[in-house]
């Protein structure tokens, strides 16, 4: 994978999770969502019509965003999810077959890990980043601490990331982070209050503006 990807998929410090959301009000979700900022946008497996709405997007916003695939478990789902244009793949968990496909067909992979072995070995297996997950129930000192002795390998926290603890990941070294429903909220979506989707991921988006020097880790 060619590194303009990756810059451009943690350029803004946000990957938005796009989980089970209504097939007909993704693509407007995903527009106000790149209008506030947001250069990452993973549409997860277990979402109706998943495939078809990666594709989707991919030719409506590719130009705009990087578009990918997550809650990718195996590999067999990394290749669908390819074959329907995901430029990365976001896992929750660590599975070597998945990391080695995924970057055999030069995508971006970023699998899951939870210890400093499951990180050590998923960037070992080629992980371009390591996705900390479930990072609420780690916390950012978790973050602070590993990046002492793995220092060399990029993170994104993910789950529970909201914008009262956002910037304490960023603080602690995090390369971008995955951010759900605190961003996706799912009031705003039920109403199609579309503007203030735009707003608030652009306040997201601020968050890490302060951080520039994250993008250094590629």
């Known amino acids: 994978m060619s590194n303009s990807k990756l810059n451009k998929l943690i350029s803004s410090g946000i990957v938005a999770v796009v989980r089970r959301v209504e ?3 993704v693509n407007r979700l995903v527009e106000s969502l790149i209008a506030g900022g947001v250069t990452g946008i993973e549409v997860t497996m277990d979402s109706e019509k998943s495939l078809e709405k990666i594709y989707e997007l991919k030719g409506l916003y590719g130009d705009k965003a990087v578009i990918g695939a997550g809650t990718v478990v ?17 896992a929750p968990i660590l599975d070597r077959e998945t990391i080695e496909y995924t970057k055999k067909e030069g995508k971006i992979m970023i699998p899951g890990a939870f210890t400093p072995t499951e990180i050590y070995r998923g960037y070992e297996w080629g992980a371009d980043i390591i996705k900390v997950f479930p990072a609420n129930t780690l916390g950012s000192q978790f973050i602070k601490d590993i990046k002492g002795p ?17 910037k304490s990941f960023f603080e602690v070294g995090s ?13 705003l979506l039920q109403l199609e209050e579309w503007d203030e989707l735009e707003k608030l991921a652009r306040l997201f ?9 994250r993008l250094a880790q590629i």
């Open 23 to 25: 097939p007909s009000k």
């Open 74 to 90: 195996e590999q067999q789902q990394a290749k669908e999810a390819i074959a329907a244009g995901a430029d990365f793949i976001f």
């Open 205 to 213: 988006v601020e968050s890490s503006r302060e951080f520039e020097n």
């Open 150 to 166: 793995l220092n060399d390998i990029p993170i994104m926290p993910t789950g529970g990331i909201s914008l009262k603890n956002i």
């Open 175 to 187: 390369i971008a982070v995955g951010v759900g429903g605190s961003l996706v909220n799912s009031s």
